[in-house]
C-alpha cells in the first residue's frame, strides 16, 4: 500500500485519491478525446511551429493530442488549447516571456523535461516557464527545470534584477529574493522582492568580484519563474526545481527563483520534489563571497495529499552572514461548486460502477476539461485492493492499465444522466505469462453544469501608440459566460503598478474600466499583471468566478507605450571587438532635449565626436584599455516636450585583440589553448600529429626570443598573428626558394615544405625573410635577397653558408635611436661569398652597419656608409682584417 502524507493545513483524504499521485499519469495517457487528431513530434531538435517536424507535417491545432518522445522542442509562441499533451524522453524549451503551453492535460513522464531557455538582464525579461492545463502529471523520472534561468550576472558589476547582489572592492554579495542575499566583508547584499502570495519574479544574480579571476566571471545567476495554473488536478512524482547557481571565483551566488502553482486538488509522491534554492557564493563548493537567498513558492489548492518536499532554502555557503531562507506559502482555495458526493470531477460525476461478470472495487474519474470546451476525459484511479477478474489470478494494480473503448461520455451533453460503458484492458507487469484481461464496466453518469465561470481574457479597445500623463485608457475583462457584481469591485492590475477598478455590473460576458496615465507612468507594453475582486462576481447559477490571471493579456493583442521616452542603445562593433573607435547610436522613442556626452556614464573608455538632436544621437566610444567597455544613459539624462525623463539603459561591448594560430604544414599538428578574442593572457601549446615534430614558432605576433618556448605565454596587449612550424622526419632533400615572403611561407619551397635541419636551401630568386632563429644543413643564395628582419634571428648552417653571385644577405634596418630591431646573425660550417654576392649591411645601424658571423673564413667586407647615434661619424672608407679563425 502506498502511504502519501498530508500537505500543510490539510487533512488526509480517502485513500483512492491519494492513490493517484502514483497512478493519474500512466492512466492519463490512455485517455483520448475521440474527436481530436494524434499528432507525433518527428525527433531532433526543432521549432514547434515548423509543420515539418510533425507527422502529418502539420503543426497541432485546438484540440489535438501532441506526442513527444524524443528530440528537443522550441516553443517561442503561445500554443492553442490542445487535448493531451505527452513528454517523454524529449525536452520542450520555452522561450519569450509570454509563451505558454496550454492543453487539458499535460503530461510529462521519465525522461520528459519542461526546460526554460534564456538568462534576464536589467533591460530584458525574456523567458519563463507557464502551462495553463485541465490536469498536470509530472512522473518519475520527469523534470521541470528553471536552474539558473532567471536574471543573470555581469563581470565586475552588481548582478542583474530587483534582487541584484552588489559589490565593493574585491568581495561580492549574494542575490536576494525570499530572502537576501548573503555578504562578505561588506559587499552588498541582494534585497528581499515579488509576492509571498503569488510570485512571478525570477531569482536575481549575484555580483561580481576581479578579485582571483582571470578572466573575469560574472555572478551566479538566479532561479527562473515557473508557473503551473491547473483547473483540475496536479500530480507531481518529479522534480520542479528553479534554483539559483552557484558564483564562480570571488562571486556571488544567484537566489533562489519562483514557483506558483494553483490546481483545485494537489497530489505529491515521497518522490516529489518543487525547489527554489539560493546558489552557493565563492565557487561551487561555497567561500568568501555572499551566497544567494531563498526563493519564492506559492502553492494554491483545494484539497489533495502531498508527501514529498517543498524548500526555497538559502545557499549552504557563501558569505559571512550567509544568505535568507526563502519563503514557501500553502494557499487553500474555495473549492468550486461539483457535482453530487460521489463526483470525482467538474463536469460529470459516476453514479454506480457495476463490473460486468465479476466483482471488483474499480473507481473512475473524470479529468477535468478546461474552461474552452465541454470534451471529458477518463482516466482510471484504483484502491490498493483493486482485482481484475480472470480465470486463475487475481492481479494487483502494479501493471499497465489501458482503456480501451468508451460508449458514452459526457461531451456536449446537457445536465441529466446516461448510462454507458468502459472497457479496460490490464496486463500485470510482473506475470509475462498471462495475456491482457478485458474487463468492461458498465457507468450510470451524471453530468451537471457544474464548471465555474472563468476570465476568458483581459484585452484594451485602445488602439496601439504611445500616450502620455492625462490619457485614458480602456481596460476589457471578458468572462466564460455572463456573470455579475452586486457589490465591491473587480480589480485590474497594471504593469504600471495602478489597479483599474471596476463597479458593480449587471449579468454580462465582460465588464470594463478606465485607466487614467498618471505621470511617470511608464511600460514599453501596457500589459494586465494581476486580478481580484472584493465584492462576489457570480452566474445565474450562483457560482463564482474563478478569479485567475487568463492565458490573453493586453500585451497579448495591443502595444502601448506609456510615458517616459525610452532609448535604445546600439553599436556595429561586434562582440567582442577590436575597434579602437567604437560607433554608438542612441535613439529615443521621441524627440527629447538637454542631452549631451556630459550625460553619458562611461566606465574603461572615453566619449568622442558627440552629435545630434530629437530622438537621434551619435558618439564614439575610445576604449582606454582591455576588458569591459561600458555606456549608460541615466534615468532623466533627457526629457520630451512633455516634460518626461528617459528610461535608463546601457551598452557595453569587451574591448580585446584578436589571436590568429595558423599551423604550418596543415595537418601536421594543432595548438591547444587557442581562442578567437583574448582581453588578457593566453599560453599556447603545441600538439604534433603522429610522427610529426614541433620546430617552432613564427609570426609577425611572436615576441622576441620566445621561437621555441613551449607552452608560449602572450600578453595579448595587441592583435598577433603566431605561425606553429611542424616537422617530420624525413630523408634530407634539397628546396629551392621563390618569389617573396617569409621563410614560412610554404608555397614558395619546392618541394613544398619548409627546409629542416639537414635539409639543404637555395634562395634562387626574389625575397627571402628571416623573422625567427633558423637552422639548414646547407644555404645558397643567388640572385636574390635574404633579409633578416629581427635583432635576435640568428641563421644556423651546419656546413656552408654560401652567397652565390647576385645573392645578397642583408638587414632590414636602420635601427632608430630608441631600439636596435635588426642585425645579420650567421653560425655556420664554412662560409664562402663569391665575386658578385654581399653581405650588405650599409646604412644598417647607428653608425653606418653593424655585421657579424661566426666562421672560419678568408672574406673583406667594406663598409664606408655615413652614421647616427651615440657614435656615428662621417662616411669613409674603412677595413676590416682577413679572419683565419672564429671571429667577431
Not at 71 to 81: D, E, K
Not at 261 to 271: E, F, P, Q, V
Not at 281 to 304: D, F, L, T
Request: hydrophobic residues 40%; aromatic residues 8%.
Amino acid at each position: 500500500m502506498m502511504s502519501i502524507a498530508a500537505g500543510p493545513a490539510m487533512g488526509r483524504s480517502e485513500a483512492v485519491r491519494a492513490f493517484a499521485a502514483a497512478l493519474l499519469c500512466a492512466a492519463l495517457c490512455s485517455a483520448r478525446p475521440g474527436f481530436a487528431a494524434d499528432v507525433a513530434w518527428r525527433g531532433g531538435t526543432g521549432w514547434w511551429d515548423q509543420a515539418a517536424n510533425w507527422s502529418g507535417d502539420t503543426v497541432p491545432a485546438a484540440g489535438d493530442n501532441v506526442s513527444i518522445t524524443s528530440g528537443a522542442v522550441v516553443l517561442t509562441n503561445s500554443t492553442p488549447w490542445l487535448g493531451t499533451v505527452v513528454i517523454s524522453n524529449a525536452s520542450l524549451i520555452f522561450t519569450n516571456w509570454g509563451t505558454s503551453l496550454s492543453a487539458e492535460t499535460v503530461n510529462v513522464l521519465t525522461g520528459g523535461v519542461l526546460r526554460i531557455s534564456n538568462l534576464f538582464t536589467n533591460d530584458l525579461m525574456s523567458n519563463n516557464l507557464t502551462v495553463w492545463c485541465g490536469s498536470f502529471c509530472l512522473g518519475i523520472g520527469g523534470l521541470v527545470d528553471g536552474d539558473g534561468k532567471g536574471w543573470g550576472g555581469l563581470s565586475n558589476s552588481p548582478g542583474y534584477g530587483p534582487g541584484g547582489g552588489g559589490r565593493v572592492d574585491n568581495e561580492a554579495g549574494g542575490g536576494g529574493h525570499g530572502g537576501r542575499g548573503g555578504s562578505y566583508s561588506g559587499a552588498p547584499r541582494g534585497a528581499t522582492n515579488d509576492s509571498l502570495t503569488a510570485p512571478v519574479f525570477p531569482g536575481s544574480a549575484g555580483g561580481s568580484s576581479l578579485k582571483y579571476q582571470s578572466p573575469p566571471q560574472p555572478g551566479g545567476a538566479g532561479g527562473g519563474a515557473i508557473r503551473i495554473a491547473a483547473t483540475g488536478t496536479v500530480s507531481i512524482a518529479g522534480i520542479i526545481t528553479a534554483n539559483g547557481s552557484y558564483g564562480p571565483g570571488r562571486c556571488g551566488g544567484g537566489s533562489g527563483g519562483a514557483i506558483f502553482i494553483t490546481a483545485r486538488d494537489l497530489y505529491g509522491a515521497a518522490t516529489a520534489v518543487v525547489r527554489a534554492n539560493g546558489g552557493n557564493g565563492g565557487g561551487q563548493s561555497g567561500g568568501a563571497s555572499g551566497g544567494g537567498g531563498g526563493g519564492r513558492i506559492a502553492i494554491w489548492r483545494s484539497g489533495g495529499d502531498f508527501a514529498g518536499s517543498v524548500t526555497a532554502d538559502r545557499a549552504p555557503a557563501g558569505g559571512d552572514p550567509l544568505g535568507e531562507p526563502g519563503t514557501v506559502y500553502w494557499g487553500i482555495l474555495p473549492r468550486p461548486q461539483v457535482a453530487p458526493s460521489n463526483s470525482f470531477g467538474r463536469g460529470a460525476s459516476i453514479r454506480t460502477l457495476a463490473p460486468v461478470g465479476g466483482e471488483t472495487n474499480l473507481l473512475l474519474a473524470l479529468c477535468d476539461s478546461g474552461p474552452s470546451t465541454n470534451a471529458m476525459q477518463w482516466a482510471l484511479l484504483a484502491t490498493n485492493d483493486f482485482l481484475f477478474p480472470s480465470a486463475t489470478n487475481g492481479l494487483l494494480p502494479t501493471g499497465t492499465v489501458q482503456i480501451v473503448q468508451i460508449t458514452n461520455s459526457a461531451s456536449g451533453k446537457s445536465p441529466g444522466v446516461y448510462t454507458g460503458e468502459v472497457v479496460f484492458s490490464a496486463m500485470h507487469s510482473g506475470m509475462i505469462d498471462v495475456p491482457p484481461v478485458l474487463l468492461p464496466v458498465q457507468i450510470v453518469m451524471t453530468v451537471t453544469d457544474a464548471l465555474p465561470p472563468v476570465i476568458a481574457s483581459i484585452v484594451s479597445s485602445t488602439p496601439d501608440g504611445s500616450y502620455s500623463a492625462g490619457e485614458t485608457i480602456n481596460v476589457t475583462v471578458n468572462f466564460s459566460g455572463p456573470v455579475s457584481l452586486s457589490s465591491g469591485a473587480l480589480k485590474v492590475l497594471l504593469d504600471t503598478g495602478r489597479e483599474v477598478s471596476i463597479g458593480p455590473f449587471a449579468p454580462s460576458l465582460s465588464a470594463s474600466g478606465s485607466y487614467v496615465v498618471q505621470a511617470g507612468d511608464s511600460t514599453p507594453d501596457l500589459d494586465a499583471v494581476g486580478v481580484s475582486t472584493t465584492g462576489p462576481v457570480t452566474n445565474a447559477a450562483g457560482r463564482g468566478l474563478w478569479v485567475e490571471l487568463p492565458a490573453v493579456t493586453i500585451a497579448d493583442v495591443r502595444n502601448i507605450v506609456l510615458g517616459r521616452p525610452t532609448v535604445v542603445l546600439d553599436t556595429t562593433a561586434s562582440e567582442p571587438t577590436d575597434l579602437q573607435d567604437i560607433p554608438v547610436t542612441a535613439v529615443f522613442s521621441v524627440p527629447v532635449y538637454g542631452f549631451s556626452a556630459s550625460d553619458l556614464v562611461v566606465s574603461n573608455a572615453v566619449v568622442t565626436n558627440f552629435g545630434g538632436s530629437g530622438a537621434d544621437y551619435s558618439f564614439i566610444l575610445k576604449p582606454q584599455g582591455r576588458g569591459v567597455v561600458r555606456v549608460d544613459v541615466p534615468e532623466n539624462a533627457a526629457v520630451d516636450a512633455s516634460g518626461n525623463g528617459n528610461v535608463s539603459n546601457s551598452l557595453s561591448r569587451t574591448f580585446a585583440y584578436r589571436l590568429d594560430v595558423t599551423v604550418l604544414p596543415p595537418g601536421r599538428g594543432a595548438v591547444s589553448g587557442t581562442d578567437l578574442w583574448y582581453n588578457l593572457n593566453v599560453s599556447l601549446s603545441p600538439v604534433p600529429s603522429e610522427g610529426c615534430f614541433f620546430r617552432q614558432w613564427s609570426g609577425p605576433g611572436l615576441p622576441e626570443g620566445q621561437c621555441l618556448a613551449s607552452p608560449l605565454n602572450l600578453v595579448m596587449d595587441r592583435p598577433r598573428t603566431i605561425l606553429a612550424v611542424f616537422g617530420t622526419n624525413t630523408a634530407p632533400t634539397t628546396r629551392t626558394w621563390s618569389g617573396s615572403g617569409s621563410w614560412f611561407t610554404l608555397a614558395n619551397w619546392t618541394p613544398m615544405d619548409f627546409p629542416y635541419e639537414g635539409d639543404d636551401a637555395v634562395i634562387a630568386g626574389g625575397v627571402c625573410v628571416v623573422s625567427e632563429p633558423l637552422q639548414v644543413y646547407r644555404l645558397t643564395v643567388t640572385n636574390a635577397t635574404l633579409l633578416f628582419t629581427n635583432w635576435n634571428s640568428t641563421l644556423k648552417v651546419g656546413n656552408l653558408m654560401a652567397v652565390r653571385t647576385g645573392g645578397v644577405v642583408t638587414a632590414a634596418g636602420p635601427f632608430t635611436e630608441q631600439m636596435p630591431s635588426n642585425n645579420i646573425s650567421i653560425e655556420c660550417g664554412s662560409l664562402a661569398v663569391d665575386a658578385g654576392g654581399a653581405i650588405q649591411a650599409d646604412g644598417k645601424g647607428y653608425r653606418g652597419g653593424y655585421s657579424w658571423y661566426d666562421a672560419s673564413v678568408s672574406l673583406w667586407i667594406t663598409n664606408d656608409a655615413a652614421g647616427r647615434g651615440p657614435g656615428s661619424g662621417p662616411p669613409g672608407p674603412q677595413t676590416y682584417p682577413k679572419f683565419d679563425s672564429y671571429a667577431t
